[in-house]
């Protein structure tokens, strides 16, 4: 537990804080250009979702292998995975950039987003899109120093680059008047900076990472390979996206002060759901390490005191959003917006905090089997979760309205740890077949296993 939470909370700190100066993004948008370009930006939240967390799940997929040979000690192994990680990222961050802004205008009227706020929706996220290579950039470096354990160094550039964030923001919305496409501006300029500071410490701070020119050199075999378990967790992403894509096509239809209301909650419920990202980061390096290392018994271990801290920490965010989450609420949204949507955000609030539980295995029990190196199964998980958020979308919002809406991520969760239960089990035993069972690692009733373990 120990060392789960030595690893977790610079991590936690980092998506804090990341978090933090996306909170106060959002609140710059409400507060000063109004409840109508909130909603803009609200409305943009689930294409942006399929689109970068499709880089993000791929940048984390090529963490793993990396993650593994740095635990087996395999140095060769290491530079072939960094350097093709490093050029497939580069290579995929350009293609989704060219396509995501050339589509973003008909996905965004695919989704019946309201006429009135459209062409703000539009401005933002394609700015967004086109700095998709320096969202990448942060995120591959940040996945390369996490495998080799260097959990902090991707949050101090975080921090700075958030501070930058912030102070962009102000600038470009309140002084030079470019409303929510000073809001993107700012956010890519900060992740350039917070990729590049990494990129500077990974070359001067980790000599073990430094390649002769022989070993530079592309292979298609090791290129598929690293395709095999990056696309994977990309796709993970987008498949869970599209069902909340089927979700924000409903809230729109439900007028501005639902998709605003949505918004701000989003932003605020994101907040909380911190600790949940952290500790399934957590348990992707820390997995994919102690596989490397021939012990699995560990991750069985690690997984069980992330439960327990998670599980703590769930009962405390729900009380925390039972007692703040209208006077959190107001922070986004300008006094003279409707009280509706004030009211319909506190009950999003209210209905999501009370399934964080099933949210937490979502992200540790789904990370842990990717980080033992099962990234297509754990594809599935997804899948289930965009079945259960289309089915809501389509059969419950006509029905309920938005109480219908605020039910879906919940029906998500639930589904996919129906699916990423078993998985693990399956999962584990598998390994235990793969990895010599009769080593002390696997053998825990024997003396020579209880002192290993002791060790």
């Given at each position: 537990m120990k060392l789960v939470l030595g690893f977790a909370a610079p991590l936690l700190f980092g998506v804090l804080f990341q978090q933090f100066y996306s909170f106060v993004d959002t609140a710059i948008v409400g507060q000063f250009l109004g409840a109508d370009k909130l909603a803009a930006v609200g409305a943009t939240g689930s294409i942006n979702f399929l689109v970068i967390g499709l880089c993000l799940g791929f940048c984390s997929g090529f963490g793993i292998p990396i993650a593994q040979a740095f635990g087996a000690n395999d140095i060769p192994r290491l530079h072939r995975c960094v350097y093709h990680a490093v050029v497939l990222s580069a290579a995929f961050s350009a293609l989704f950039a060219v396509l995501s802004v050339a589509l973003c205008r008909p996905m965004l009227e695919l989704m019946d987003t309201p006429p009135e706020v459209i062409d703000a929706s539009a401005s933002y996220i394609s700015i967004i899109f086109a700095a998709i290579p320096c969202c990448v950039l942060y995120n591959m470096a940040s996945a390369i120093l996490r495998s080799l354990g260097d959990s902090k160094t991707p949050v101090v550039f975080l921090v700075v680059a958030s501070l930058i964030n912030i102070a962009l923001d102000l600038f470009l919305i309140l002084v030079w008047k470019l409303g929510v496409a000073g809001a993107a501006v700012a956010t890519a300029v900060s992740q350039l900076v917070s990729g590049a500071g990494c990129v500077i410490v990974m070359i001067r701070r980790y000599p073990i990472l430094r390649m002769r020119r022989e070993e530079r050199v592309l292979s298609l075999s090791q290129a598929k390979d690293m395709l095999l378990i990056?696309?994977?967790?990309?796709?993970?992403?987008?498949?869970?996206a599209i069902g909340s894509v089927v979700v924000q096509r409903a809230v729109n239809g439900l007028g501005v002060n639902a998709v605003a209301a949505v918004s701000a909650a989003a932003k605020i419920s994101a907040f909380f759901c911190c600790v949940f990202d952290a500790l399934a980061s957590t348990m992707a390096t820390y997995a994919g390490q102690n596989i490397g290392a021939r012990k699995l018994h560990r991750v069985d271990e690690g997984l069980k005191d992330a439960s327990i801290i998670g599980s703590i920490y769930c009962v405390l965010a729900f009380i925390a959003v039972a007692l703040f989450s209208r006077p959190m609420l107001r922070m986004f949204i300008d006094s003279g917006a409707s009280p509706e949507v004030t009211e319909m955000g506190a009950e999003y609030l209210m209905i999501n905090a009370a399934f964080y539980i099933p949210?937490?295995?979502v992200n540790i029990v789904r990370l842990s089997?990717?980080?033992?190196?099962?990234?297509?199964?754990?594809?599935?998980?997804?899948?289930?979760?965009?079945?259960a958020r289309t089915a809501v979308a389509l059969a419950l919002v006509p029905r309920m309205g938005f109480t219908g809406a605020c039910l879906a991520n919940p029906a998500a969760w639930i589904m996919a740890?129906?699916?990423?239960?078993?998985?693990y089990r399956y999962v584990t035993r598998t390994l235990r077949g793969r990895l010599m069972p009769d080593t002390p690692e696997y053998t825990a009733d024997e003396p020579q296993a209880q002192e290993h373990r002791a060790a």
């Open positions: 990056g696309l994977p967790m990309g796709l993970q992403y987008s498949i869970t949210l937490l295995f089997i990717q980080g033992m190196g099962f990234t297509r199964p754990a594809m599935f998980a997804g899948l289930f979760e965009m079945v740890d129906l699916f990423l239960f078993p998985c």
